[in-house]
């Protein structure tokens, strides 16, 4: 168990819809990083959050969007879902940005229909 | 040049063998090489990582073989068991700024009883 926690572990919702995904990091951590897992992409990095602020973006889509508030939780929420975006979505945490490793939560996954 | 080159996709390796999965990149700014362990249903966990002052890291039967002039790198699984079957994916990291963590593409073994 890394200490990373994410809900639900499961959502299945239709094309066009919202969902939003949740994570809290492992006590003491600062740094949020969301990724995404799909068959045949490997690991996408997302975005990263410190401490509240949003830190880095990687390929995250435009209808993709993260916050993390100031109990450090944070939220990726996802709008007009395609069937593409159906994927595993992993929240990681780490002490800070300058932190090598990554603890990553068990995940979300999303099925688009 | 922010790109992880992982093989093979897929592994079968009899228990008791020996699991080889190569990694190579380009950025020579990357200056830290983990391994992730991934299991289905649950999120990579890191499982050992090398710094690129060294050639070679041994945590067990996990070894990390590092080549800086070819730049490539290598996962070793000695005596491979059973439950040693999981996707691998390597990873670097490095450069100024964000440390961004870039993985492969995975490695998915088996490894037969």
Redesign the interface.
């Known amino acids: 168990d890394?200490g990373?926690t994410q809900t639900p572990k499961h959502l299945i919702t239709a094309t066009g819809q919202r969902v939003t995904l949740r994570c809290s990091p492992r006590s003491g951590d600062l740094s949020v990083?969301w990724y995404q897992q799909s068959l045949d992409q490997?690991?996408q990095?997302l975005i990263?959050y410190y401490n509240g602020e949003e830190?880095?973006k990687?390929n995250i889509l435009e209808r993709f969007s993260a916050q993390q508030f100031p109990d450090l939780h944070s939220e990726l929420n996802l709008s007009s879902l395609e069937l593409g975006d159906s994927a595993l979505y992993?929240c990681?945490s780490s002490p800070s940005?300058?932190?090598?490793?990554?603890?990553?939560?068990?995940?979300t996954r999303l099925t688009v229909l | 040049q922010q790109q992880v080159k992982q093989s093979p996709q897929s592994l079968i390796v009899q228990k008791g063998g020996i699991s080889i999965i190569n990694c190579a990149y380009e950025n020579t700014a990357f200056d830290?090489f983990?391994w992730?362990q991934q299991f289905p249903?649950?999120?990579?966990?890191?499982l050992i990582?090398i710094r690129p002052d060294v050639s070679e890291k041994k945590e067990g039967r996990f070894t990390i073989s590092f080549n800086k002039s070819a730049k490539q790198f290598s996962l070793h699984i000695m005596d491979s068991q059973p439950g040693d079957s999981a996707t691998y994916?390597c990873a670097a990291?490095g450069g100024t700024g964000?440390?961004?963590?870039?993985?492969?593409?995975?490695t998915r073994l088996l490894v037969s009883p």
Do not use: D, I
Request: aromatic share 22%; no cysteine.
């Open positions: 890394s990373v990083y490997g690991l990095f990263q830190r880095a990687g992993f990681a940005t300058a932190s090598s490793g990554r603890f990553f939560g068990p995940g | 830290y983990p992730y249903g649950k999120g990579p966990a890191l990582a994916f990291r964000f440390q961004k963590l870039v993985f492969g593409t995975g």
